[in-house]
């Protein structure tokens, strides 16, 4: 029997049809130094080889999140080893919602996409959770056979992922036990640059903070702890990173889409902002990097249908 359920603890959740705050708070509860994260969790295969980390967009709905990584699971035959983990960061709307205990982490509107700090119970970063949660799945004696962690995202789950890339600290308890980590990017609005390039000509007097975090690498957040801009981007191409881009994902005026200046630097759409991002990428590094681009003929903004397809079960499984 494995123990990583000892890690959780169940709670009572309802759905929620208000728009204001999530629909739906994850049952799990996973215990971390400074609190307890709302998760959502699929069945424990009897041997957990491998452990997917996906992370929801804006609506913070990690169920359905992950609901799609298990099916794509299902669908690549992986199942049997596969542990999908749906961390939810919920916000202070969520928590007046529903009765939520007040030892659950929470943040301030959308500040976890950009590794703000929980306002509760303590100030943790959203990437200091996701370093936690990684940490917990290097444990030994929690995961005895696990070989690796894909952390992925789409949307503004993907802005995460690419961003929580860029800054993560690293894990000796992960090389000391093998555990490989990749990431996986899929159809973010944005990117966060290294300089002050980028691919689209615009009036820098009326978008000031075009090279701000997260769309650059000025005024980072604490969790950056002080690295430079040349430290960070070493790391960086040296990451397992995969941005997965649909083909169809090229609507400029999708509800969804990041429209301000910032994002509108880096391309009109998200096909092309990844492609732009990619290229840039390349062209500072060339040496290599140790990162691909895969894109998904047939598919628009869809978590699930990237996720899903073909070639999302090949990233996300490393088939």
């Given at each position: 029997m494995?123990?990583?359920?000892?890690?959780?603890?169940?709670?009572?959740a309802s759905a929620q049809a208000d728009d204001t705050g999530v629909k739906e708070v994850s049952p799990g509860r996973l215990l971390l130094k400074e609190g307890e994260m709302a998760v959502?969790?699929?069945?424990?295969?009897?041997?957990?080889?491998?452990?997917?980390?996906?992370?929801?967009?804006?609506?913070?709905?990690?169920?359905t999140y992950r609901r799609s990584a298990e099916q794509a699971a299902a669908l690549a035959g992986q199942s049997a080893n596969t542990l999908?983990?749906?961390?939810?960061?919920?916000?202070?709307?969520?928590?007046?919602?529903?009765?939520?205990?007040?030892?659950?982490?929470r943040w301030q509107g959308n500040d976890w996409m950009a590794g703000g700090m929980a306002t509760a119970p303590f100030a943790?970063?959203?990437?200091?959770?996701?370093?936690?949660?990684?940490?917990?799945?290097?444990?030994?004696?929690?995961?005895?056979?696990?070989?690796?962690?894909?952390?992925?995202?789409?949307?503004?789950?993907?802005?995460?992922?690419?961003?929580?890339?860029?800054?993560?600290?690293?894990?000796?308890?992960?090389?000391a036990a093998g555990v490989k980590i990749r990431y996986v990017v899929a159809n973010p609005s944005s990117y966060a640059y290294f300089n002050e390039q980028r691919p689209v000509a615009f009036d820098h007097a009326r978008c000031s903070g075009f090279n701000r975090w997260k769309y650059g690498l000025t005024d980072m957040p604490i969790y950056a702890g002080g690295q430079t801009a040349a430290q960070i981007e070493a790391v960086y191409i040296k990451r397992d990173v995969t941005y997965l881009l649909g083909q169809d994902d090229i609507d400029p005026q999708h509800p969804a889409l990041d429209k301000g200046c910032e994002a509108e630097a880096q391309g009109a759409y998200r096909l092309v902002r990844g492609r732009n991002f990619f290229n840039y990428l390349l062209r500072r590094n060339p040496q290599g990097v140790n990162q691909r681009l895969v894109?998904?003929?047939?598919?628009?903004?869809?978590?699930?249908?990237?996720?899903?397809?073909?070639?999302?079960?090949?990233?996300?499984?490393?088939?």
């Open positions: 494995h123990k990583w359920w000892l890690l959780l603890l169940l709670a009572c959502g969790i699929g069945p424990a295969p009897e041997k957990i080889e491998r452990v997917l980390i996906i992370v929801h967009g804006r609506l913070r709905n990690s169920e999908v983990i749906a961390p939810q960061f919920l916000n202070e709307k969520d928590i007046a919602l529903f009765s939520v205990a007040d030892t659950v982490l943790l970063s959203s990437y200091g959770a996701l370093d936690q949660i990684v940490e917990r799945i290097a444990d030994r004696r929690q995961f005895p056979d696990v070989k690796q962690i894909v952390i992925a995202g789409h949307s503004g789950g993907g802005q995460v992922v690419q961003r929580y890339a860029l800054l993560a600290h690293e894990q000796p308890a992960l090389s894109e998904v003929p047939g598919v628009g903004h869809s978590g699930k249908g990237i996720f899903t397809s073909p070639e999302g079960q090949k990233v996300l499984f490393g088939q």
